[in-house]
Nanobody, 119 residues
Framework: QVQLVESGGGLVQAGGSLRLSCAAS????????MGWSRQAPGKEREFVAT????????YYPDSVKGRFTISRDNAKNTLYLQMNSLKPEDTAVYYC????????????WGQGTQVTVSS
């Protein structure tokens, strides 16, 4: 099993920045791709950033492209999400997720961290 623990959420004013971290533990050698997903009240969960095992491939939807940056430090077993120019619509619970080798879905999820952006 893999455990994912997010940190770094909080309250920030519009235009501000936050950096989320996700610490992985357990059978981390089985992890390949990782990502950050978010869910706002009354909305479906959506991925806001994904990154491949070595970090050579990343994905961002248009809603966050140019503002969010995903990165990972495999030596520290940690995933990051730098969020700049935050908007009130970025308010959501942010989840860290990971896939295991050979899987086509995200198999492991963290408990989430709240990000609130005030206008």
């Amino acid at each position: 099993q893999v455990q994912l623990v997010e940190s770094g959420g909080g309250l920030v004013q519009a235009g501000g920045s936050l950096r989320l971290s996700c610490a992985a533990s357990g059978r981390i050698f089985s992890i390949t791709n990782m990502g950050w997903s978010r869910q706002a009240p009354g909305k479906e969960r959506e991925f806001v950033a994904t990154i491949s095992w070595l970090g050579e491939t990343t994905y961002y939807p248009d809603s966050v492209k140019g503002r969010f940056t995903i990165s990972r430090d495999n030596a520290k077993n940690t995933l990051y999400l730098q969020m700049n120019s935050l908007k009130p619509e970025d308010t959501a619970v942010y989840y860290c997720a990971a896939t295991k080798a050979g899987s086509t879905r995200y198999d492991y999820w963290g408990q989430g961290t709240q990000v609130t952006v005030s206008s």
